[in-house]
């Protein structure tokens, strides 16, 4: 595997349910992000972690609670959400130490019944 | 309150010509810009960057033009090629030490053959 992959690629879950979204960063990167991207909207910064800590949390509510092992992986746990959190969620990695490019997976396509 | 606006939903352009993207935004403290390419079912790819102390920045095909006067920035695709078709974003990113990068809502251009 190379660059950034997430899994799954679809995931059709209850508002009662519990989830995870795993991403997993093959470059070598220190950086990495979770991005929301809902229809007609832009792409929106979720959390952000460099070297396994949490440095941003941009006001995400308590139902998305994000995890990060180790600089390789990156995981989002679903639980209780709403129809409205329906999206694309997007994983990211970048080197870090501003170094400005940001590589992404493909995403995974959330709908929340 | 968006800080990164694409105004213009979508392109058409004859294969061969110029196509040009258009970005404005609205905080003066955004220190990097960049743009990305995004086919469907695909994650975001890195295109071109400039830094804010720049006006221009060329990569084979692509520009990037800077004004900070105007708080714009266009992407020159030249010559277009039916390869290009795809949804391009626009982002900065907000400098001070972040990593954050901000987002336009994004702009399909179509190449036509």
Known sequence: ?113 | DQQVKQNSPSLSVQEGRISILNCDYTNSMFDYFLWYKKYPAEGPTFLISISSIKDKNEDGRFTVFLNKSAKHLSLHIVPSQPGDSAVYFCAARVGGGSEKLVFGKGMKLTVNP
């Open chain 1, 1 to 113: 595997e190379t660059g950034v992959t997430q899994t799954p690629r679809h995931l059709v879950m209850g508002m009662t349910n519990k989830k995870s979204l795993k991403c997993e960063q093959h470059l070598g990167h220190n950086a990495m992000y979770w991005y929301k991207q809902s229809a007609k909207k832009p792409l929106e910064l979720m959390f952000v972690y460099n070297f396994k800590e949490q440095t941003e949390n941009n006001s995400v509510p308590s139902r998305f609670s994000p995890e990060c092992p180790n600089s390789s992986h990156l995981f989002l746990h679903l639980h209780t959400l709403q129809p409205e959190d329906s999206a694309l969620y997007l994983c990211a990695s970048s080197q870090g130490g501003l170094v400005e490019e940001q590589f992404f997976g493909p995403g995974t396509r959330l709908t929340v019944l």
